[in-house]
């Protein structure tokens, strides 16, 4: 059973270009998680999403940023007019859709490191 | 209120010795408390987790102890081995909420041979 896939594992971009970075659940997962990790920090809560919804942005800003996971593909966040203070190590995280114990449970990729220039 | 404190940012103990992070949570609706395991270049990985209708929990070397009354909660690794070397995260969540985990900065454990 694969885990969380994630991809490209790194990524660098120039300032004002485009950052688009994928993240396949686990199988039988439908729940997915963006968070982000600055250096020498924990991670941040990003969006949070099930299949075709977005069920919570909050951690999202506001510009720039997007998120969707459509009903077959990966989940896609995307990240435009990239800035300097984009730089990070976005990991993506899945969770079964059912369960008494397992819903609560996240599952983490090994992470994109976006690096712009 | 969502925010997460843990100490301390770094641990530096011998192979054999008993390794202690802590943590403390001021959001009284949070009901689930993952750690997690962090390698350099790798994703977070789940330790073990405890709910607050239990004092302890207990899973090979791991074990986390939850203070209800005090919103505290802590990781203990006995018999700390070279390759639990990594950075720690403790973690909160609310169920049924928006499942968002809120973690602490994290502690990077250096364990010596």
């Known amino acids: 059973n694969a885990g969380v896939m994630q991809n490209p594992r790194h990524l660098v971009r120039r300032r004002g270009q485009e950052a688009r970075l994928r993240c396949s659940p686990m199988?039988?997962?439908?729940?997915v998680y963006w968070y982000r990790q600055l250096p020498e920090e924990g991670l941040k809560f990003m969006v949070y999403?099930?299949?075709?919804?977005?069920?919570?942005e909050s951690g999202m800003p506001k510009e720039r940023f997007s998120a969707e996971f459509p009903k077959e593909g990966p989940s896609i966040l995307r990240i435009q007019q990239v800035v300097r203070g984009d730089s990070a190590a976005y990991f993506c995280?899945?969770?079964?859709?059912?369960?008494?114990?397992?819903?609560?449970?996240?599952?983490f990729g090994p992470g994109t490191r976006l690096t712009v220039l | 209120q969502q925010q997460v404190k843990q100490s301390p940012q770094s641990l530096i103990v011998q192979k054999g010795g008993i390794s202690i992070i802590n943590c403390a949570y001021e959001?009284?609706?949070?009901?689930?408390f993952p750690w997690y395991q962090q390698f350099p270049g790798k994703g977070p990985a789940l330790l073990i987790a405890?709910?607050?209708?239990?004092s302890e929990k207990k899973e090979g070397r791991f074990t986390i102890s939850f203070n209800k009354s005090a919103k505290q909660f802590s990781l203990h690794i006995m018999d700390s081995q070279p390759g639990d070397s990594a950075t720690y995260f403790c973690?909160?969540?609310?169920?049924?909420?928006?499942?968002?985990?809120?973690f602490g900065k994290g502690t990077k454990l250096t364990v010596n041979p």
């Open positions: 405890i709910r607050p209708d239990v």
């Open positions: 973690a909160a969540l609310t169920q049924g909420g928006s499942e968002k985990l809120v």
């Open positions: 959001n009284t609706a949070f009901d689930y």
């Open positions: 199988k039988g997962h439908s729940h």
């Open positions: 995280a899945s969770s079964p859709s059912e369960g008494l114990v397992s819903a609560d449970t996240q599952y």
């Open positions: 999403l099930q299949k075709e919804n977005i069920i919570d």
